[in-house]
C-alpha cells in the first residue's frame, strides 16, 4: 500500500515513476501515450499486471479498477490467454493475409452477438465507430449522424466533439473544417425531441450511442430510452448504432444488446472482444455489411462500396486472446461475478459518503461503479438534486475535484479508470472491496469540507 497522500506529496514515493515520466517528456508527444494515462504529479509507470492487480516501477501494488482502459474482464495475465498468445507468438506476429483463427474469432462473435450477421475487424474502438459511421452514410444515401450529449466515439474527426462538458465546444484542435455539420447532437432521454429531429431533417443516416448512458454509464439512460429509439429509427429509415466498445461481452455475453434486449443494426466493440490485445471489430446486419463486399476487380469498384483497410486487422496474436477470451466469457460466470462485486463495491462507496455526510452518491451499472460528489462550498457551482440524469451536472465535477479523488486512491493503492469510476473484474475479491472502501473512507476524512461539500 502506498503512503497515505493525496496530492502532490505522493511523488517522494514514486520517484521511478517520475523518472520515467521525465525521460517520456523528451521522447513521447506530450509525454504520455493515452490522454487518460497523464496524472498530476506523473503518470504512473507499470511493469507488471496480475489478476487484480498491478504493480508500478517502484514497487508499489495497486488494486487495479482501470482493467486496460475496461479490455480486461477476466484481469491482468489470465493463463488461458497468455497460453494463447505464447503459442500463437511461436506461428508467426503477423501474415498480412487472412487466416483460419480470424474465421473463427468472428464466428464466436457471431454466436454471442444478437445484430452479428456479419462481422469486420478494425483495431480500436475508434476505429470501429468510424467504420459504422461510414456504414450508416453509405446504407442510407444521408450525411448525418445524431448522437447524444456526453456520450465518447472515440477520437476521430466524426465524432469527436461533444463527451465533455460543455458539450458544444470542440475536444480538440485540428478538428477538419466542417467536421461538426455532419452530427446532431441532442440531450439523451427525450424521445420527442428524437422524433422531431429525425421527421425534420431527412439527411440523418444513423443515430449512435453508448448503450450503458454516456462515458460507459457515467450519464445513466432512462428506462425505455433504448426502445424507443430502437422503434423510432425503424419508423424513419434510420439505423441504430450502439457503441459497445466498453459494454460489449461485459454487459452481458452477447453486450448490452443481450442484456437490454434491444437489438440495434450495428455495433461497435472493442476492449473484451480482443481479451486485451489489440483488436476491435464492427458488427451488424448483413445487408449493411454487404456493402463492403468486393465485386470484381477491387481497385476498380471502390465507388460502389465502402472501402476498408487496416495491416493489423485481426492480428493472428489478438485472434488467439480473443478465441481463449470469448471462450470464457460466452459462459456469463465472469460477467455474473465482476458484476457481484461492483455491486457490494457500490454498496460500500455509498455507505461512506452517508456515513460522512457527504453530498453526493455512488451508482453503476453491471460491473461498473461511478462516484458523484459535489464541490465544497465556494466552488461556484449550484447545488444539483440527487440523483440526477442531467448530463453537465454528472460531468462537471471540478477538475481539482477529481484530480484529489484520483490522486487520494492512487496514494492509497487504488487505481480507478477514469474521472471518478471505474470497473471490476472476474478476478476482484471481496478483501478487494473491504481495501477500497477503506480507502475511500480515509480518503472522504481528507477531503471532507476542503473540497467535498456537506448534505
Known sequence: MITRDATERSTPTRPESAAWYERARQAIA???????RYATPSPTCIVRGEGAYKWDVDGHRYI????????????HAHPAIVAAVREAVGRGTHFGNDHPAQVEWAEAVQRLVPCAERVRFVNSGSEATMLAARLARAFTGRGKLLRFEGHFHGWHDDLATGFAYPFDAPTSLGLAPGAAVGSVMLPANDLDRVADTLARDRDIAGVILEPSGASWGTVPLAPGFLGGLRELTR????LLIFDEVVTGFRWAP???QQRYGVTPDLSGHAKVIAGGMPGAAVCGRAEVMELMTIRGEAH??????????GTFNANP??????????????????????????????????????????????YGEASTFHIYVEAAPGSGRARATLPTLDAATLKSIPG???????????????ELLSYTGG????????????????????LVGELAGRVLARA
Not at 64 to 75: Q, V
Not at 300 to 309: A, F, I, S
Not at 400 to 410: C, K, L, M, S
Request: glycine share 12%; net charge neutral.
Open 423 to 442: 470497473l471490476t473484474s472476474a478476478a476482484h475479491s471481496e478483501a478487494d472491496v473491504a481495501d477500497t472502501v477503506a480507502a475511500f473512507d480515509d
Open 400 to 414: 481539482p475535484v477529481v484530480t484529489a479523488i484520483q490522486n487520494g486512491f492512487r496514494a492509497r493503492g487504488v
Open 300 to 309: 476498380r469498384d471502390r465507388h460502389r462500396r465502402v472501402m476498408h483497410l
Open 64 to 75: 487495479d479498477y482501470g482493467l486496460g482502459n475496461g479490455a480486461l474482464l477476466l484481469g
Open 235 to 238: 419508423r424513419h429509415d434510420a
Open 254 to 256: 452477447g453486450g448490452a
Open 30 to 36: 506530450g509525454g504520455v501515450g493515452h490522454d487518460l
Open 317 to 362: 496474436v489478438s485472434a488467439a486472446a480473443a478465441l481463449a477470451c470469448l471462450a470464457i466469457v460466452k459462459t456469463g460466470e465472469p460477467q455474473r461475478q465482476a458484476d457481484a462485486v461492483a455491486a457490494r463495491l457500490r454498496d460500500g462507496l455509498d455507505a461512506v459518503l452517508d456515513r460522512r455526510g457527504i453530498a453526493g452518491y455512488v
